[in-house]
Nanobody, 115 residues
Framework: QVQVVESGGGLVQAGESLRLSCAAS????????MGWYRQAPGNQRELVAI???????NYAGSVKGRFTISRDNAKNTVYLQMSSLKPEDTAVYYC?????????WGQGTQVTVSS
């Protein structure tokens, strides 16, 4: 089992920055990838960013150039640095850890961007 806990959400104004953290614990050996999804009211959950065990990253087109995903292996933590935030970035952000064949989810953290 892997436990995933997010932190760092909040209310910011458009153009500001915010950093989300995601700490993994438990059976973290051989986690294949970690990343972030988000879900706005009335919308489906969408992929925001992913980082693999090899360090490769991938981003949704809507956040590319504004968001950066990184990891601290010593702390078993993944970060999502969000810059130039827009009102349309408002959503609940969920961290996940994928350890084949399972995916483990955090409880979500709210990010609200006011215009």
């Amino acid at each position: 089992q892997v436990q995933v806990v997010e932190s760092g959400g909040g209310l910011v104004q458009a153009g500001e920055s915010l950093r989300l953290s995601c700490a993994a614990s438990g059976s973290i050996f051989s986690i294949n990838s970690m990343g972030w999804y988000r879900q706005a009211p009335g919308n489906q959950r969408e992929l925001v960013a992913i980082i693999t065990s090899g360090g490769s990253t991938n981003y949704a087109g809507s956040v590319k150039g504004r968001f950066t995903i990184s990891r601290d292996n010593a702390k078993n933590t993944v970060y999502l640095q969000m810059s130039s935030l827009k009102p349309e970035d408002t959503a609940v952000y969920y961290c996940y850890a994928r350890k084949w064949p399972n995916t483990y989810w955090g409880q979500g953290t709210q990010v609200t961007v006011s215009s």
